[in-house]
């Protein structure tokens, strides 16, 4: 028996020939030519003493970082957070987050908990960085590292940061 009569008697067998060969046109495999890697994260850290105009900066170690603010008045007396550098997560070259758990700080109830140190724009002499807050501006404080991964992203800079604010540091 010919193909042409057995598929002209079984019009079914014919419809399901057809279905799997459409089917693997598109599970074929992807030739871009010039594809995308996946940003790889090196667990970049801008290491350095990192200082503004205005006093206030960041001393930073492989392992640690600590945040000061210049002294303002004696209502305001500045602020000064010293953390170990749970983990640093690259978004693209030159940005990122620094996961931060607090070792010591001149606000009370912060010790142990997470914050965000966001970054971008690093080169060896300058950098923004930024404290994560919110829209009232206090210090968002997380008390995990696994609540901490997934609240300082990517997708938040935007509500975490705002980068007009900042004039950056300098070493």
Same mark, same amino acid.
């Given at each position: 028996?010919? %193909? ?15 279905? %799997?060969?459409?089917?693997? %046109? ?9 594809? $995308? ?5 090196? /667990?970049?850290?801008? +290491?350095?003493? *990192? ?11 492989? &392992? ?32 990122? $987050?620094? +996961? ?27 950098? %923004? +960085?930024?404290? #994560?807050?919110?829209? &009232?501006? #206090? ?17 938040? $800079?935007?509500?975490?940061?705002? *980068?007009?604010?900042?004039? /950056?540091?300098?070493?």
């Amino acid at each position: 028996m010919s %193909l042409f009569r057995f598929f002209a008697r079984k019009p079914f067998a014919l419809v399901v020939l057809f279905c %799997l060969s459409t089917g693997l %046109l598109f599970t074929g495999c992807n030739h871009d030519p010039n594809p $995308v890697p996946e940003p790889k994260d090196a /667990g970049f850290i801008p +290491l350095g003493e *990192w200082a503004d105009d205005y006093g206030s900066g960041y001393n930073i170690t492989a &392992s640690s970082l600590e945040y000061y603010t210049a002294y303002y008045s004696e209502e305001y007396p500045g602020e000064n957070i010293k953390g170990a550098i749970s983990e640093a997560i690259d978004f693209s070259p030159g940005a990122g $987050v620094l +996961l931060v758990q607090i070792t010591e700080s001149t606000a009370p109830g912060q010790e142990g908990k997470f914050i965000g140190v966001y970054y971008k724009d690093y080169t060896a002499s300058h950098i %923004l +960085l930024a404290n #994560a807050i919110d829209k &009232s501006y #206090a210090l968002i404080l997380m008390n995990t590292l696994t609540e901490a991964k997934n609240t300082f992203t990517v997708d938040n $800079v935007g509500t975490h940061v705002d *980068w007009s604010m900042q004039s /950056g540091y300098n070493k």
